[in-house]
């Protein structure tokens, strides 16, 4: 099940790539869609904890559940 996740710092799609390689360094099958406008990240595939840590590591900021 997909979960959507409030974070911020995100500015272009190379930040969409840079969060998205992240998770999927720490859940290689994990699905992300990354909406900059909303600054969301919704993910398919990965704990909640993989994704803050993955965010957190990638020096974004993880605000939790959106
Ligand atoms: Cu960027």
Not at 20 to 30: D, E, G, M
Request: net charge neutral; proline share 2%.
């Amino acid at each position: 099940m997909a979960t959507t996740y409030r974070v911020t710092g995100m500015t272009c799609g190379g930040c969409a790539r840079s969060v998205t390689s992240a998770i999927q360094a720490a859940a290689p099958a994990a699905k992300v869609e990354i909406d900059l406008a909303k600054q969301a990240v919704t993910v398919d595939g990965a704990t909640e904890a993989q994704v803050k840590q993955a965010v957190d590591g990638a020096g974004f900021g993880y605000e939790g559940r959106a």
